[in-house]
């Protein structure tokens, strides 16, 4: 299995973070642990004993670096993107925990000490801390965190790709959707009904990320290679979300199709097992209709190769999320679920591999002065150079 060393890891982090002597104050590796609800699995162990492998790597070539590095464990939240509980463990055991009941071993720390102590994190969790660490980075300003949910040994070869590139061609996607109003797609499925959907995009600004968290209070995704934006929610008075239409996702081999008004998936159309699970899931938590995103991710281009998990995945090509948003500056947030437990952003990619019955997408850009062909059978058709 291939593996990190510092002599990856210091040059990786200076890429991303650029880190600065009297401003950085080291880095804190953020791992979740298993618990009775929701057990350990060979990837989410391998993450573990990866990580405890990197910080203790990083702390033998302190003299290289400088920084203090350390590892702050937290019971895992069920959820992806859930919010994180208000305290952590500093674990300095040679061997990660398995088990919520190991951290009585550790000494418990406060978030909010912890992020004063240590200003760059890296987060490979089980569950993605996204949402958490955007708006905690956002609210305090003294740290930033990239983030590496579901991470795997399969990724690794991601983490060497030329970011300054992938961090261009991701501000020429950024520059398009900024002045966007709307974006009109046409999803095509093999043996069924063509779809279409409009994404109401006025009222928002584009997000980039391009693996290059270089400032306090920014946090994303590691591997990374996207821009996105959530779709107008309709929260201003008097001026409703225009997002409707159809949109298809196949979901263990069955085409799932959703009727969407107003920004949320409203009902289902198709039947079948996984529609009828998905119309009860639906009609249980509302705020998983909504429409959080619109991605665009550009590493398809690199010969990057899906490897199952969301993190690297999404970074491939379009994708369109359901949940929460607010930590992109949506309007939906953990209060809008049922339950922390309910809460959840979960990504739909829409490359052929991914989504065989769904092979051809198009997407149009409609700005103010005229519509950009951005997609056309899931490939793009616009000029990064």
């Known amino acids: 299995m291939e593996q990190l060393t510092a002599i990856d890891w210091i040059p990786l982090i200076r890429n991303v973070f650029a880190p600065d002597s009297p401003m950085d104050r080291g880095v804190a590796f953020l791992i979740d642990v298993p618990d009775d609800v929701v057990p350990d699995n060979p990837d989410w162990k391998d993450r573990r004993d990866m990580t405890v492998d990197w910080a203790e790597s990083l702390r033998l070539a302190r003299a290289e670096h400088g920084w203090d590095v350390a590892i702050v464990a937290v019971p895992n939240v069920h959820r992806n993107n859930a919010d994180l509980p208000a305290t952590g463990y500093l674990w300095t055991l040679p061997v990660p925990p398995g088990h919520v009941r190991d951290l009585a071993r550790a000494a418990p720390i406060s978030f909010s000490e912890a992020f004063s102590r240590w200003s760059m994190w890296v987060a490979p969790t089980e569950f993605s801390a996204t949402a958490p660490l ?20 399969a990724m690794i070869p991601a983490l060497r790709l030329p970011y300054d590139e992938i961090n261009r061609r991701v501000f020429v996607l950024k520059d398009l959707l900024d002045p966007a109003t709307g974006a009109d797609l046409e999803f095509h499925i093999t043996g069924g009904p063509v779809c279409r959907l409009h994404l109401d995009l006025r009222h928002r600004t584009a997000h980039a990320s391009g693996g290059v968290l270089r400032e306090n209070g920014l946090a994303g995704n590691l591997p990374s290679g996207e821009a996105y934006m959530v779709p107008y929610e309709g929260e201003l008075s008097g001026d409703p979300s225009r997002t409707a239409g159809v ?82 500056g949506g ?44 997609l056309q059978d899931c490939d793009y058709v616009i000029d990064f150079s």
Not at 136 to 153: K, Q, V
Not at 251 to 277: C, F, H, K, M, T
Not at 350 to 369: A, F, G, N, S, W
């Open 134 to 153: 955007k708006l905690a980075a956002r609210a305090r300003g003294d740290f930033r965190a990239a983030t590496m949910p579901g991470f795997n040994s």
């Open 247 to 328: 949109l298809p996702v196949e979901l263990d081999g069955e085409v799932v199709r959703y009727v969407i008004r107003e920004n949320r998936a409203v009902e289902v159309q198709s039947e079948g097992p996984v529609s009828e699970a998905e119309r009860a899931r639906l009609l249980a938590e509302p705020a998983y209709g909504n429409l959080a995103e619109l991605g665009l991710g550009v590493l398809d281009a690199f010969g990057v190769e899906p490897t199952g998990e969301v993190l690297l995945d999404e970074k491939l090509g379009l994708h369109i999320a359901f949940g929460r948003s607010d930590h992109f």
């Open 331 to 374: 309007q939906v947030g953990a209060a809008h679920f049922s339950s922390p437990e309910a809460v959840v952003h979960i990504d739909r990619v829409y490359v052929p591999r991914m989504q065989p019955k769904i092979p051809r997408v198009h997407c149009t850009l409609i700005l103010p002065d005229r519509n950009v062909p951005l």
